[in-house]
């Protein structure tokens, strides 16, 4: 799980530090503060993971965010050399027995299981065929594992903890940008195995140098890399020096982790795991993104009535244009969860009547049924909100188990054309929405950009509460993200601050409510 993201040079955003995202997080600040820029980097790798493209970046989506090109949405007063670069915070979690194990098409000596957080930092760059990825910084177990291109496809300089491995690729790997995030090494005409298996095989053949040179079996040694599940140093000279291997053991029972002999295998352990590091960074990007939704700041106008396309709509779109497609497409006891659910947080139902190859959206509540495009404006922006909340809440019947299930959701100013005892209550539908998901074992994130006084101070009363024994929402389950311009008023300042017992903020953006202030 992605626990906090780093953003530099993208747009007005310099610096954002690292920002905790927690099941609630709210960015406040003034208009050009930064705070969309921040919230838009989250449609930005979702919609790059679900193309086919080129390099690691889809910079524009029709249907959903627009950052123009990488010239475009670099920070205008970095320097030449910076480079646009995002960075993430990774903690693998075990549910029971169940783990994630990056074994792919690797040997089953070389796979490494993460179970400790790590960082990674991607570097992107420009030329005429577009973007690509040219430096990668991974920090884990202690290691610094840094990686970078000149440019695309050409010359791979790896370094870790300040070593330089680069003449271990001896022009027989290409270290490419075109599939997936992140850069993979491809096997050239010149390399016999995978890059992970030769370089394995090397450190393997430094070991056996330690053994009795009648060790007839090189798998025994294999095993001994593959019985560490971490990158810690300690982890792998304590296998070593315990191992069944007698001879080994004598031979190398004075070692220590600065042990020149030791750090030289050692090293070539890590590098020859690289490609399943970047098969973990990938897998984690691709599924936390990938099960992130997002809700544009302007949604649809309600329409009286709609062509019956009769598609099966899996999830609303960012601007809820599909909203009747996606309510006509949900089974029996779907459809009776979310009329439960808008019942709950909007005091309505919504349905869809069909009449001759035309829908109509309907909203019922205690004065009657009407059409949506007869009671407010309001009602049309709010619903794909609530929809996309109820949607979340739901066990996916997929591949992933129940336990496993992540989702993420960033919704632009929810607050549009809503009254504010409107917005009070769809601060509430927010909180309902993560305990219900805690109650269906789902890891949710939600991450909200507002202007609304109603919806802070709603949440803060639901914190205070629970404070005082309501177990509404905890204030350590919500991180408050304050964007504001330096001096200059050229690049956003960001710092976060939480909610207090009694539910108040404990700081707040200047001049946010008033220029006096």
Known sequence: MITAIRIENLRSIRDSGFVQIKPLTILLGKNSSGKSTFLRSFPLFSQSINKSLRGPISWFDASSVDFGDYETAKNRYAKENERICFSVKIQQKSYGNIRFIYRYRFPASSYILLTQPFEVRLALNNDNKGTYISNIQISAASNNINISVDSRNAYVDIKIDGLDYSNILKCKWDF????????????????????????????????SQYCDKRLKKISRIANIFSSVHTLSKNDLLHAIQHSDIISLTHNTSHWT????????????????????????????????????????????????????????????????????????????????????????????????????????????????????????????????????????????????????????????????????????????????????????????????????????????????????????????????????????????????????ENGQISEWPYGFFDPED
């Open 176 to 207: 490419t940008t075109q599939h997936g995030i992140l850069p993979s090494f491809i096997r050239t005409l010149n390399a016999e195995k995978d890059f992970n298996e030769e370089i394995f095989q090397e450190a393997c053949d430094k070991l």
């Open 257 to 500: 982790v600065e042990n020149d002999k030791f750090l030289e295998i050692y090293y070539l352990w890590v590098v020859s795991g690289l490609p399943i590091l970047f098969s973990m960074i990938d897998t984690e990007l691709t599924f936390f993104y990938s099960s992130c939704g997002y809700i544009a700041p302007t949604r649809a106008e309600a329409a009286r009535f709609y062509r019956n396309q009769e598609l099966r709509v899996s999830d609303v779109d960012a601007y809820g244009k599909n909203l009747q497609e996606f309510i006509s497409s949900l089974s029996s006891s779907q459809y009776n969860s979310y009329q439960e659910f808008t019942k709950q947080t909007l005091g309505v139902t919504v349905s869809v009547s069909n009449v001759t190859g035309h829908q109509s959206l309907q909203i019922e509540g205690p004065n009657g049924k009407f059409n949506l495009a007869d009671v407010g404006f309001g009602y049309s922006q709010v619903l794909p909100i609530i929809t996309k909340m109820w949607h979340i809440t739901q066990i996916h019947k997929n591949r992933i188990p129940i336990n496993l299930q992540e989702r993420c959701v960033v919704i632009e100013q929810p607050e549009l054309h809503l009254h504010p005892a409107m917005q009070a209550r769809l601060a509430d539908a927010f909180i309902y929405t993560i305990r219900e998901c805690a109650k269906n074992k789902i890891d949710i994130r939600l991450i909200i950009e507002t202007h609304s006084q109603a919806i802070v101070n709603r949440i803060g009363r639901r914190v205070s509460e629970a404070e005082t024994g309501g177990n509404i929402i905890s204030r350590d389950d919500i991180n408050i993200v304050i964007f504001q311009k330096d001096i200059q008023d050229v690049n956003s300042q960001i710092i976060t601050t939480q909610y207090k």
